[in-house]
């Protein structure tokens, strides 16, 4: 069965230099039983404010994805190493043993994101990281996938049993997308509506799907855009 999850019951933070919703449990956020799904842990739709963003600080053992909307940021890593993700970009890094890093937004402009984090199948990893543009790479009436553990060519590389993939609908569009009972998904709406298996999901909203082999029917009436994430148990 899909779970609606409305977009008013996501966790909204306001901390004057960066506005986020929260889909899972996160830092003083607490909701039993809303920790993860499968091996999906974190799903955050972040706006940081001109010159703001994350000092340095660190991560271990996971799968950290950075979907870029619109504006830029700029990682540092514990070498000093700088990267530029900007509108269109997919960045992953791979925290395995250890790594610290920075996210600032050093434009005049917001820069407003997805934040993934995925734990990956093996431990004790070499901490790595790879930056895709997918800019020029139409998601029109498709799934594009992004960033995959599962061998999807063109997209940047996961440690993990896991699939990232954007689309957007035009109106009267539709696609099946069949899922096998180990998996998990997760569908987040970016704009406009998207029905899930004939649950209507609008902007904000999450339709979540656990354990239960079927053909995910995806539709839109008016049109939409949307991220899917497909994990392992």
Known sequence: MVTRIPAQ?????????????????????YVPGNVRLGKLRVFNDDLVQPREGFGMHPHEELELVTIMLAGQLTITD??????IVHAGDV????????????????TSDP??????????DEPDLI?????????QVSRQDRLLTVASGRGHPGAVMMHADASISLSTFSPAFSLEYPVTV?????????????SLNGTLLEQGDQGRVSM?????S???????????VDVST
Do not use: M
Not at 22 to 28: A, K, R
Not at 91 to 106: D, M, V
Not at 111 to 120: D, G, K, L, N
Not at 127 to 135: I, L, M, N, R
């Open 9 to 29: 019951e996501r966790h909204f933070v306001d901390l004057s230099w960066i506005q986020a919703y929260w889909l899972f449990s996160y830092g003083e956020w």
């Open 78 to 83: 514990d070498a000093r190493e700088r990267t």
């Open 91 to 106: 960045h992953r890094i791979s925290a395995g043993t250890g790594t610290r890093h920075a996210e600032k937004n050093q």
């Open 111 to 120: 820069a407003r994101y997805y934040q993934v984090w995925i734990f990956p």
């Open 127 to 135: 901490p790595s990281h790879e930056q895709k543009d997918f800019t």
């Open 182 to 194: 180990d998996r998990c998904v997760l569908l987040y709406v970016t704009s406009g509506s998207i």
């Open 212 to 216: 239960e082999p079927k053909v995910l």
């Open 218 to 228: 995806l539709a839109s009436a008016t049109g939409g855009s949307f991220v899917l």
